[in-house]
T-cell receptor, first 116, second 113 residues
Framework: SQTIHQWPATLVQPVGSPLSLECTVEGTSNPNLYWYRQAAGRGLQLLFYSVGIGQISSEVPQNLSASRPQDRQFILSSKKLLLSDSGFYLC???????????????FGPGTRLTVL | GQNIDQPTEMTATEGAIVQINCTYQTSGFNGLFWYQQHAGEAPTFLSYNVLDGLEEKGRFSSFLSRSKGYSYLLLKELQMKDSASYLCAVTADRGSTLGRLYFGRGTQLTVWP
């Protein structure tokens, strides 16, 4: 069975500090990978998605970047955090083979980031 | 772009039926998802509709009208554990295996005893 891991679970960082959040998926190959942010009282915002190693697409301009150094590893980074980067960060994966008629996304447990 | 609207909050009593509506405007529509999210947790998949009509799954049902850009999630025999945020999401990558999801802000449902 497939599982998705995220760490850390919670993080408190000062403004201007760097960030690295990691997501790994087990039990599947060549998944589509996604990073979302959920700010308090707001919906899930798609930040980045990836269809393969080294292939990253950004949905919105921002203070963050993403990388996919391995097939099942997705990393969200920032060089200098802003207060507005606070939120609940969720990683998700979906099947990319096209066999399924729809691509349900499976979410990791999330990382709650507070920037002070 | 994608525009997805759903009510912010709803309340209901245990044992009742509640209907959560979602309207959307999107190009390349390829299906609509409903997710449940308890506070502080990740969203979990409830249902998927791509064709018009009603999909029933136990106490939960989801309806889609593509011509109206409208969906609803129907929850029957409400239980306290159904208190959660319900997220409507559309996928708009027709012909692609990508499956990006665009989410509404979620409807916070509170079930009272």
């Amino acid at each position: 069975s497939q599982t998705i891991h995220q760490w850390p679970a919670t993080l408190v960082q000062p403004v201007g500090s760097p960030l690295s959040l990691e997501c790994t998926v087990e039990g599947t190959s060549n998944p589509n990978l996604y990073w979302y942010r959920q700010a308090a009282g707001r919906g899930l915002q798609l930040l980045f998605y990836s269809v393969g190693i080294g292939q990253i697409s950004s949905e919105v301009p921002q203070n963050l970047s993403a990388s996919r150094p391995q097939d099942r590893q997705f990393i969200l980074s920032s060089k200098k955090l802003l207060l507005s980067d606070s939120g609940f960060y969720l990683c998700a994966w979906s099947v990319s083979s096209g066999i399924r008629t729809y691509n349900e996304q499976f979410f990791g447990p999330g990382t709650r980031l507070t920037v002070l | 772009g994608q525009n997805i609207d759903q009510p912010t909050e709803m309340t209901a009593t245990e044992g009742a039926i509640v209907q959560i509506n979602c309207t959307y405007q999107t190009s390349g529509f390829n299906g609509l998802f409903w997710y449940q999210q308890h506070a502080g947790e990740a969203p979990t998949f409830l249902s998927y509709n791509v064709l018009d009509g009603l999909e029933e799954k136990g106490r939960f049902s989801s309806f889609l009208s593509r011509s109206k850009g409208y969906s609803y999630l129907l929850l029957k025999e409400l239980q306290m554990k159904d208190s959660a945020s319900y997220l409507c999401a559309v996928t708009a990558d027709r012909g692609s295996t990508l499956g990006r999801l665009y989410f509404g802000r979620g409807t916070q449902l509170t079930v009272w005893p």
